[in-house]
């Protein structure tokens, strides 16, 4: 634990001679690759933590073991293990040593003092890596900012609990790794990125899907205070029957019966089981409120003010019910699901999402599931942002990709906008790239018109700016304004237009802040 707690404007950035010699980090020297573009130099795969393995398997992060010599850094670390992929089925990816990052960086020295972007990439705390090419920082640090991105500790390996996890540890708690991995690599950026030209007293984390989320509770975990200075969140907070893994006790009752499912006695049984063996095993991954990390749930920390006070940047799709509102549904199951959820409120939430007929109730079910799932923990992300004092900017990607929908929502869904993750592409500005698109599994592989192309341009130097400057507004870009009350609750739209507009759905959000499903929170 020692280790843990010690521990855009659309103009591209001039194209002059880069830091492409060797830089020298705590743990040694390493050089960088060149990238496509001139001036934008890449280091991948640097260690930032130890492997961690063996005894070290759930257990905080320990120091990177130093080196000696200059490490070429060319080739991106392992990816953490996880289960196997829509397209190979039958093979456990990644490996236990994984915990690396990725820079990328456009600074000619080590005294250009950069505004830092760390990103945290999603896959419902199962899948996902750093790594990916649509996450390829290239883009945006050809636009001024050094952009780096990390694996963290995935499934049962990141976050498991148990009552003898948390016996052995000096803080009393367990599960979490994946969330204490990200902040060892914030303390990593707040020790090293000096040596790449960025400024570590100007860094915005930021992260989609269960990286927003983790984004969200590092906000809300006092062992991350300092650490950056503001945040992005992109669907997904752990607000609204998100957090997956509730209270510690919890936690610890669901690794008890894990290791129940696969035989095993005592926690040295289960560290000496191979990780491909835990990775294809039944497990709820996520965090859990375990008395050190998250000392109460995230929304209750935000409730009292007791984040990290740094501005956000947040937002969500118009159309994320279309994963996580799977399987068909007739007009008499949503109805009855209705009454069953909402009670006497029921009538109400009828006539937000009717039901009139089948075709109408699974509508109904996908755009409910939107703002329940995304919208509202946007709109209560934004509020104790207001309420602390911060600004907030909200906004609601609606652009709908030309091309087929992406490989991991139901093709029989009704298509009622933007999918859960389509706005990836646009915020790295990586649309254009093909090869990024050909491996994503969030979108489409239909090569972008040249509204998409824009539109990326625009998108990620909102991003940027924002990074910059706190602001996502700069010079030949819409206005955006900040969140100022639900009452009003404007947003800024990206999509066929962009610009401010009421959130299309505010009266479902308002309901379902006002009448939380039963056990959604």
């Known amino acids: ?125 199962r899948t996902g890596t750093g790594a990916m090419l649509l996450h390829d920082g290239e883009e945006l640090a050809k636009k001024g900012v050094v952009l780096v991105t ?66 969200n509770c590092i906000e809300a975990s006092p062992l991350a205070k300092g650490l950056f200075r503001a945040v992005i969140g992109e669907s997904g907070a752990s607000f609204n029957g998100m957090l997956n893994n509730g209270s510690l006790p919890d936690a610890e009752a669901r690794g008890v019966k894990f290791a129940e499912s696969l035989g095993a006695k005592s926690l040295a049984d289960l560290r000496a089981r191979p990780a491909s063996a835990l990775a294809v095993a039944a497990f709820t991954a996520g965090p859990n409120t375990d008395g050190y990390v998250l000392p109460e749930t995230p929304l ?103 091309g087929g929908p992406p490989a991991n929502v139901a093709a029989d869904a009704p298509r009622l906008g933007a999918p859960h993750g389509e706005e990836l592409a646009y915020v790295f500005n990586n649309i254009g790239k093909s090869e990024a698109l050909r491996n994503s599994d969030t979108f489409p592989t239909a090569q972008p018109a040249a509204y998409d192309l824009k539109l990326a341009d625009m998108v990620s130097s909102y991003w940027v700016n924002f990074a910059k400057n706190l602001d996502p507004n700069g010079a030949g870009l819409p206005r955006w304004a900040a969140f100022e009350s639900a009452k009003s609750d404007q947003v800024m739209e990206l999509g066929d237009k962009v610009g401010m507009r009421t959130h299309p759905d505010n009266a479902g959000i308002v309901f379902l802040d006002r009448h939380p499903a039963r056990g959604a929170r």
């Open 300 to 402: 209750a920390i935000f409730q009292k003010g007791n984040q990290s006070h740094v501005p956000a940047l947040v937002g969500s799709n118009s159309d994320e019910g279309r994963l996580f509102a799977r399987g068909r549904t007739t007009a008499r199951e949503f109805t009855e699901q209705a009454h069953q959820r909402y009670g006497d409120a029921s009538a109400e939430y009828l006539k937000l999402y009717p039901a009139g007929s089948d075709t109408q109730a699974m509508e109904s079910r996908q755009r409910s599931s939107t703002e329940e799932s995304m919208g509202l923990n946007v709109r209560l992300w934004a509020e104790a942002e207001t309420k602390a004092g911060l600004k907030a900017f909200v906004y609601y990607f609606s652009r709908v990709t030309p």
């Open 1 to 125: 634990m020692r280790f843990l707690t010690v521990l855009l404007i659309a103009s591209a950035f001039p194209l002059a001679a880069a830091i492409d010699g060797t830089v020298r980090i705590d743990s040694g020297a390493v050089s960088g690759v060149a990238t496509s573009t001139p001036g934008i130099v890449a280091f991948k795969g640097i260690p930032y933590a130890a492997p961690p393995v063996g005894n070290l398997r759930w257990r905080a992060p320990r120091p990177a073991a130093k080196w000696e010599g200059v490490r070429k850094m060319a080739e991106f670390g392992s990816r953490c293990v996880q289960p196997p992929s829509r397209t190979k089925p039958n093979e456990i990816q990644g490996t236990e040593d994984c915990l690396y990052l990725n820079v990328w960086t456009p600074a000619k020295t080590s005294a250009d003092k950069l505004a830092v972007m760390v990103w945290v990439h999603g896959g419902g705390f």
């Open 150 to 215: 990390l694996n963290y500790r995935l499934g049962v390996l990141g976050f498991l609990a148990h009552p003898e996890l948390t016996k052995e540890s000096d803080r009393k708690a367990s599960g979490n790794y994946g969330l204490m991995d990200s902040i060892a690599a914030l303390q990593w950026v707040q020790r090293n990125i000096a040596q790449f030209g960025g400024d570590p007293a100007k860094v915005t984390l930021f992260g989609q899907s269960a990286g927003s989320m983790a984004v």
